[in-house]
């Protein structure tokens, strides 16, 4: 919901609206449905609506407190508002919307900046304070809703998006190596920096206060995830009942809204049990489902197309279905559009989203995704076995290190940048990066399997799932639409950290008996072993086909491995390998090219890899050379 922008000139210079309106503009496709402005001496705010609750005038941004203190742009939902707002009506708090958005400028007149705290929902907040003449900015637990920003020493700015910032007249545009580094060795950014210099994200949980005094930004972080205090007490039936009942509250939550909702429907029991449970709430719920052109898939993308999976609930569940199939050539067209919309590049092959969010957008507002489940009742079982016999918090760290260098290792790092580059970045920065996500919490342990299992889940709910929500926020946003989570609800995520973790793995007893000196018996258990999310599964029973309970986990993933070696072979030279080829400044092309000719001559996947070289291209074209997507 929406796009915000604010400027804050610390030395007390006014910052003119007509700047003010082109940075906005900029985020247009955040708010198609209105924009609304701010300004006041050394304060300027901007907002972008797409209208989700109380669409009248009433719910427009900036909006002011009634005592004329605060005054707040907002992009995101607070699913608790309506209790919040009851508790602020006692309080003598009164209220002319009914909007989430007044709940929540009222409530930082009542509480202070420590309102954030108490909030259910998905957010990214500017908040100007005129007594303090101070601005806050605060992001949500979770990290749904992006917020970045940029801090010179006498100006901040923070927007939704960073093209909002490259739109301020002193900013520069320049690449950051170290991030640069950074991202070729996880695909994702660890850290808060990103690919433009100078520009940070807040982090999730966070809050930060600049004022005319500020000389640096200290963030503030008022939540952590906390997988260490599991209940021992807590029983297997017990944690089935429960984790439906709040799964059903949480999806009840997330359906409020004053626009049509969906929901997206692939063929696994994520997107399938929000389903089940949205349709009870909407007669004839509307459904999307992405698919792709099998006729020239081999080898194990021959199973990547869910539409026979997802028809058979779209059926069970008497819902209005409608399907996308994508083809080898549908990424020339958008990966253009992609890498725009990104603009912060992250995880995985992430062009399927932006077409099935296209779609969506045709016909809801607001769209139901599955996301979060799998980090929250451990759905990714082949990665936690790795490493859940590690015998000390050094073993264990080498050993994660290693298997979360998605696309380039360390020892070929000086081989993938050119000369200029190598001198600008410290090859060994991203396995400290890396450490410091698990010593931020003093809380971790490291002496059982059960310990390096949970501090896995710590470690992807903090990294990969922002990373996937921050891909879902802009490729949905881009087409107007809202995705909302049900499984990060809040009350859901509290209990989900209490179960124990022999719960939520189902073969956890029998990988605790393989020797650890059977390399080739426990490699085949990495592979086999699918029994993650053992209570979600059990819990979905009720009300979900046993044939989807069961189904072989599978991501959301076009079949790039055979389209790379196929009709989309040639587009890969062409963008990657040739005298135009702009990354080359950066990027050492005969790596490159060993990469391609392995992947298309010698059958080695480098999908991911070459995925990510074709976004860094565009990257470079778009954000450097200034070059315009038609």
């Known amino acids: 919901?929406?796009?915000?922008?604010?400027?804050?000139?610390?030395?007390?210079?006014?910052?003119?609206?007509?700047?003010?309106?082109?940075?906005?503009?900029?985020?247009?496709?955040?708010?198609?449905?209105?924009?609304g402005y701010f300004t006041e001496n050394s304060i300027a705010l901007a907002h972008r609506r797409l209208a989700i609750l109380d669409t009248s005038p009433k719910g427009a941004q900036p909006m002011t407190s009634k005592d004329g203190n605060w005054v707040v742009v907002f992009n995101g939902c607070i699913y608790n508002f309506l209790q919040l707002k009851q508790e602020l009506r006692a309080k003598g708090h009164e209220f002319v919307s009914t909007t989430d958005t007044e709940v929540l400028v009222e409530g930082l007149a009542a509480y202070g900046h420590s309102f954030f705290e108490r909030?259910?929902?998905?957010?990214?907040?500017?908040?100007?304070?005129?007594?303090?003449?101070a601005l806050y900015l605060s992001r949500d637990r979770y990290g749904v809703k992006p917020l970045y920003y940029w801090y010179t020493g006498r100006t901040l700015v923070f927007a939704s998006e960073i093209k909002a910032i490259i739109?301020?007249?002193?900013?520069?545009?320049?690449?950051?190596?170290?991030?640069?580094?950074?991202?070729?060795?996880?695909?994702?950014?660890?850290?808060?920096?990103?690919?433009?210099?100078?520009v940070n994200m807040l982090p999730p949980a966070n809050t930060v206060k600049i004022d005319a005094h500020t000389e640096s930004i200290k963030h503030h972080s008022w939540w952590d995830y906390d997988f260490t205090k599991t209940d021992p007490s807590l029983g297997f039936e017990d944690a089935i009942s429960t984790t439906e009942k709040l799964f059903k509250q949480a999806v009840s939550r997330q359906m409020i809204a004053d626009v049509p909702v969906g929901s997206y429907l692939s063929g696994g029991m994520d997107s399938g049990s929000i389903t089940a449970q949205a349709s009870k709430h909407v007669k004839r719920l509307t459904t999307f489902t992405c698919g792709f052109d099998m006729s020239e898939v081999t080898g194990v993308e021959a199973n990547y197309d869910e539409r026979r999976d997802a028809e058979l609930m779209a059926n069970y569940f008497k819902t209005e279905h409608y399907e996308q199939v994508l083809n080898a050539g549908d990424i020339r067209w958008s990966l253009p559009r992609v890498v725009y919309h990104l603009e912060d590049l992250r995880v995985g092959m992430s062009y399927p989203n932006y077409y099935i969010s296209r779609l969506a957008s045709k016909f809801v507002k607001v769209?139901?995704?599955?996301?979060?489940?799998?980090?929250?009742?451990?759905?990714?079982?082949?990665?936690?076995?790795?490493?859940?016999?590690?015998?000390?918090?050094?073993?264990?760290?080498?050993?994660y290190y290693e298997f979360w260098q998605r696309l380039v290792p360390d020892q070929q790092r000086e081989e993938l940048f050119v000369p200029e580059i190598r001198k600008q970045v410290d090859f060994s920065d991203p396995k400290r990066i890396f450490e410091r996500v698990f010593t931020f919490n003093d809380k971790l342990q490291y002496n059982t399997?059960?310990?390096?299992?949970?501090?896995?889940?710590?470690?992807?709910?903090?990294?990969?799932?922002?990373?996937?929500?921050?891909?879902?926020?802009?490729?949905?946003?881009?087409?107007?639409?809202?995705?909302?989570?049900?499984?990060?609800?809040?009350?859901?995520?509290?209990?989900?950290?209490?179960i124990p973790v022999n719960f939520k793995l189902g073969n956890l007893e029998q990988m605790l008996?393989?020797?650890?000196?059977?390399?080739?018996?426990?490699?085949?258990?990495?592979?086999?072993?699918?029994?993650?999310?053992?209570?979600?599964?059990?819990?979905?029973?009720?009300?979900?086909?046993?044939?989807?309970?069961?189904?072989?986990?599978?991501?959301?993933?076009?079949?790039?491995?055979?389209?790379?070696?196929?009709?989309?072979?040639?587009?890969?030279?062409?963008?990657?390998?040739?005298?135009?080829?702009?990354?080359?400044?950066?990027?050492?092309?005969?790596?490159?090219?060993?990469?391609?000719?392995?992947?298309?001559?010698?059958?080695?996947?480098?999908?991911?890899?070459?995925?990510?070289?074709m976004n860094f291209e565009w990257w470079c074209r778009i954000f450097l050379n200034n070059e315009k997507i038609e």
Not at 368 to 383: A, M, S
Request: glycine share 8%.
């Open 119 to 133: 909030l259910d929902g998905m957010f990214a907040v500017g908040a100007w304070n005129n007594a303090e003449q």
């Open 449 to 498: 399997p059960e310990d390096h299992i949970n501090n896995s889940l710590y470690f992807e709910a903090k990294t990969f799932l922002p990373g996937l929500l921050l891909v879902g926020d802009k490729l949905s946003m881009a087409n107007g639409l809202e995705e909302r989570f049900p499984f990060l609800d809040n009350e859901l995520v509290n209990f989900a950290q209490k």
């Open 167 to 198: 739109a301020h007249p002193s900013f520069s545009t320049k690449l950051n190596p170290e991030a640069l580094n950074e991202y070729f060795t996880f695909q994702n950014m660890f850290s808060f920096r990103t690919l433009f210099a100078g």
């Open 1 to 35: 919901m929406c796009g915000i922008v604010g400027v804050y000139n610390l030395n007390g210079e006014p910052f003119g609206l007509s700047a003010l309106k082109k940075m906005s503009d900029a985020i247009a496709h955040r708010g198609p449905d209105g924009d």
């Open 367 to 399: 769209c139901l995704q599955g996301t979060g489940g799998d980090e929250l009742f451990g759905g990714y079982p082949w990665r936690y076995y790795r490493i859940f016999k590690s015998v000390s918090q050094r073993e264990f760290f080498d050993l």
């Open 513 to 613: 008996t393989i020797n650890e000196n059977d390399f080739r018996k426990r490699s085949k258990s990495y592979q086999e072993f699918d029994d993650g999310k053992n209570v979600l599964r059990k819990a979905m029973l009720k009300f979900m086909p046993e044939k989807i309970i069961n189904r072989k986990k599978q991501g959301f993933s076009a079949p790039d491995e055979s389209w790379y070696r196929g009709e989309n072979a040639a587009y890969i030279k062409e963008l990657l390998l040739d005298k135009k080829t702009v990354s080359s400044e950066f990027i050492n092309q005969e790596y490159i090219r060993k990469i391609v000719h392995e992947h298309i001559d010698q059958h080695i996947n480098h999908r991911l890899l070459i995925w990510s070289f």
